[in-house]
């Protein structure tokens, strides 16, 4: 019987070890060691129905976090992560984790060229933090990799600057060691997105952040710890939100050409986005605009951190629903969720739009990284086995688990490398790399090979089961770099190494 096989038997019971047995034994401290327990109270949440959410109000705009800058092309602000409450459900308050209060956290907008200071605080009792700006090309010592964590109370300013050329739709999240996972779902989390100085997308067709997150609630209307199932498979809640929304509506009149950035935030739901009969042309990936559009697209599929900028054509006067379909990525056991949802909804009104400006056929160039002078293969598989108690579970990268105090890779600035990610599990793994962006060239199956479509930067890829990627890869500063699979209770138990990038 097969690792699946013996988990769809339904008669396993999980014992997590290892790397994974320390972290459950931290998460018991903090009051999070069985599902359905109130976060931090020892007890279970009371039974009963399920909170249920409103839905329907106007798309809002993400707040926004203001610059205090008294100079050109810089931007400084303050952030702080704290416990906070909110109402996901009518008369019920949610205790969440928050920065400065909201969730999502407030909008990140710069100038591709700005020097950027933000100063953090961590205000969470008893837990550290850091801020890991995923995708951006900072200093290894900026990064807010596990290694270097905020205490409980402490402060700490991150400061980087934005070279030419890095405009694209980040975001930013915690990433201590061994409680990511928790404080993600809990609510910390932002959109970052680095504008352009000259922007070839027409100024007409708007400039819309979709935020997508992932909510489970208990019937108290409490946030749930993860379960066993949760562990092997990553939280899929019950609820996608977008920009903190249950089904919002955006109104827009016929004939309009809109620009999406599509943020996928959750800790494990992998979104595969259509707009109905809508067409989507898609311009821009995690790191930025392609080279040239790529038209006749009806759905956009997003891993676990993932982004995408598109055009969406609203001709027809009608309501049209942004919908996410259900498919399946692999699931370790029984009670596979179907998610399926509808997310959104876009009211395209009777009255005509202005003539939209035509879409450029070329919108910037991306340098070709050279031969390889290195090349690399990892391989993601999932260990199982019995012992005292029942089954044993890892998520292992080249045969180990994820050790802080271990490099695992050594690379060099400035030098091109050819990774292969080797998917040998039985699920898929969306693929994450700091520090730098990388340009995906092909991708295997079964023993026959595909060339990337078109050049794109990319700083996470999904590598599904029994597939291989192939990325190009340079790290430009020097230190210590995280990879790591950003379903986020993988990467906790175990799926993460680190890559020491030396002058």
Partial sequence: MNRREFLLSGVA??????????????????????????????????????????????????????????????????????????????????????????????????????????????????????????????????????????????????????????????????????????QVYRGLAGAFIVKPRQDPIPAAYGDTPLFFTDLRLASDGSIPANSMADLMNGRVGDHVLVNGQKKPVLTLPAGSRRRFRLFNASNARFLHLNFGEAPVTLIGSDGGLLEAPVTGLRTIALAPAERAEIIVAFDVPGRLMLRTEDVDHGWMGPGRPDTAADVMTIDVTADKAEPPPPLPAKLRSIADLGQPVVRRRLEFTETMSMGEGGMKMGFLINGVAFDMNRVDLVAKAGQTELWEIANLADMDHPFHLHGTQFQPVETERDGRASKAPYRAWKDTINVARGQTVRLLVRQDHPGLRMYHCHILEHEQLGMMGVVEVRA
Avoid: C
């Avoid at 999070?32 to 009963?48: E, L």
């Fill in 13 to 182: 019971a999980l014992v997590i070890s290892g790397p994974a047995a320390a972290q459950m034994q931290d998460h018991s401290k903090h009051g999070m060691d069985m599902p359905g327990m109130s976060p931090g109270d020892g007890k279970m949440a009371a039974p009963g129905p399920l909170p249920t959410l409103p839905e329907g109000a106007p798309l809002r705009d993400l707040p926004r976090l203001a610059n205090r800058a008294s100079g050109p092309e810089r931007f400084e602000a303050e952030l702080t992560a704290r416990p906070a409450t909110v109402r996901f459900a009518e008369g019920i308050e949610t205790p969440i984790l928050a920065y400065d209060g909201e969730t999502p956290g407030p909008l990140i907008e710069v100038t591709e060229g700005d020097k950027v200071a933000i100063r953090f605080a961590n205000r969470l009792p008893g837990e550290e933090t850091t801020i890991h700006w995923h995708g951006m090309p900072v200093p290894a010592d900026q990064d807010g990799n596990p290694m270097d964590p905020v205490l409980s109370g402490a402060d700490r300013l991150y400061t980087f600057e934005l070279p030419e050329g890095s405009a694209g739709s980040y975001w930013y999240h915690p990433h201590p060691h061994g409680r990511t996972a928790e």
